[in-house]
T-cell receptor, first 112, second 114 residues
């Protein structure tokens, strides 16, 4: 089955700096890669996603890149703000209502 | 983004009782819903995949008689924790898959069994 690995497990940055979280996957059949933000005591919220036919996608301060050859994808957050502090999860799916495989999560702490 | 509503957000019950958690997709029809359990500071553990009108598919190690899942309509799935015990205390989260492939989560339900 698919295996998704996520690094780092914790990340501390100064407000205004950039943050990068990386994930790798094992199954080349995976074609959909979402990123979720989870605040304490809440369900994960979809913040950005990318499909295998695209190499990069950007939405304001967040961007995701995908390298299909190397089977890795990354989340980039620029100009971080304290409200970006949360746990971020990457995931991989083969689409068509198949299961999603999640990374182990990254706790991001943005220091004011 | 799409809205998935989960209720109740928290529940406290006595050991031996059953608890039902509802998950609704409010603005799209969800053929497939997933139920997860999350322990503190850990990732999401998939419990089962729920398909409308058919039996749920449980992950290995998840007791189907303990965690009853019903997906009676395209917008509603329920998880019933039967004969709950303190070790069932956890954060349970549902999610619904849209036909375009995106997965949206509910707000989660915190279950505490006394």
């Amino acid at each position: 089955g698919e295996n998704v690995e996520q690094h780092p497990s914790t990340l501390s940055v100064q407000e205004g700096d950039s943050a990068v979280i990386k994930c790798t996957y094992s199954d080349s059949a995976s074609n959909y890669f979402p990123w979720y933000k989870q605040e304490l005591g809440k369900g994960p919220q979809l913040i950005i996603d990318i499909r295998s036919n695209v190499g990069e996608k950007k939405d304001q301060r967040i961007a995701v890149t995908l390298n299909k050859t190397a089977k890795h994808f990354s989340l980039h957050i620029t100009e971080t703000q304290p409200e970006d502090s949360a746990v971020y999860f990457c995931a991989a799916s083969m689409g068509n209502f198949n299961k999603f495989y999640f990374g182990s999560g990254t706790k991001l702490n943005v220091k004011p | 983004g799409a809205v998935v509503s989960q209720h109740p957000s928290w529940v406290i019950c006595k050991s031996g009782t059953s608890v039902k958690i509802e998950c609704r997709s409010l603005d799209f029809q969800a053929t497939t819903m997933f139920w997860y359990r999350q322990f503190p500071k850990q990732s999401l553990m998939l419990m089962a995949t729920s398909n409308e009108g058919s039996k749920a598919t449980y992950e290995q190690g998840v007791e189907k008689d303990k965690f009853l899942i019903n997906h009676a309509s395209l917008t509603l799935s329920t998880l019933t924790v039967t004969s709950a015990h303190p070790e069932d205390s956890s954060f349970y989260i549902c999610s619904a898959s849209r036909e375009t492939g995106e997965l949206f989560f509910g707000e989660g339900s915190r279950l505490t069994v006394l």
